[in-house]
């Protein structure tokens, strides 16, 4: 079947620490990777997707690259800002999961300053 | 106006009484989805449609109900709401498998 694992939060960090999210993935064919944000009292944002193994994807200074061999697709950025305190969701779909989103369990995030 | 617009944002409602959640949008894309998200357990899909004719269950549809009135608009209804149906939830569109996009959920307490 296909789901998603991802690290256990809440995540507390300084301002301008570097960060890493870990995220695994099981998946039956070939899925598409993304991960996602919902700041405070928002619905969920794309933040960033890969869509084949290798493919790197980045935005706001964020980054996550596809790695087929280990299952995973952690989310990093080197030196996170207040604005970055959010939930964020590693998810996944896959041609065989008829366009459905399988999402993990979210990871908290707090920037102190 | 936001692209996916969900109504109402904030509900509290009675045990046994039914409810309906509503969502539009303004993406032209065919495929909607319903979502409710708890602490600890992400995010859930309910029910999915990829045309106005279609309409399947997802993980946990028990319990509710779903009307695609047309394209632009997905309708979630609890027919007799519980209080372990209180959560927040969401409808998301999506035009291929490239990614979603959400509303900004509609919170609902169940008492």
Not at chain 2, 22 to 28: D, R
Not at chain 2, 41 to 66: A, P, T
Request: aromatic share 12%; glycine share 8%.
């Amino acid at each position: 079947g296909n789901s998603v694992t991802q690290m256990e939060g809440p995540v507390t960090l300084s301002e301008e620490a570097f960060l890493t999210i870990n995220c695994t993935y099981t998946a039956t064919g070939y899925p598409s990777l993304f991960w996602y944000v919902q700041y405070p009292g928002e619905g969920l944002q794309l933040l960033l997707k890969a869509t084949k193994a290798d493919d790197k994807g980045s935005n706001k200074g964020f980054e996550a690259t596809y790695r087929k061999e280990t299952t995973s697709f952690h989310l990093e950025k080197g030196s996170v800002q207040v604005s970055d305190s959010a939930v964020y969701f590693c998810a996944l779909t896959a041609q065989n999961t008829g366009n459905q989103f399988y999402f993990g369990t979210g990871t908290s995030l707090t920037v102190i300053p | 106006d936001a692209d996916v617009t969900q109504t109402p944002r904030n509900r509290i409602t009675k045990t046994g009484k039914r409810i309906m959640l509503e969502c539009s949008q303004t993406k032209g894309h065919d495929r909607m989805y319903w979502y409710r998200q708890d602490p600890g357990l992400g995010l859930r899909l309910i029910y999915y449609s990829f045309d106005v004719k279609d309409i399947n269950k997802g993980e946990i549809s028990d319990g509710y109900s779903v009307s695609r009135q047309a394209q632009a608009k997905f309708s979630l209804s609890l027919e007799s709401a519980i209080p372990n149906q209180t959560a927040l939830y969401f409808c998301a569109t999506s035009l291929n498998n490239y990614g979603y996009t959400f509303g900004s959920g509609t919170r609902l307490t169940v008492v």
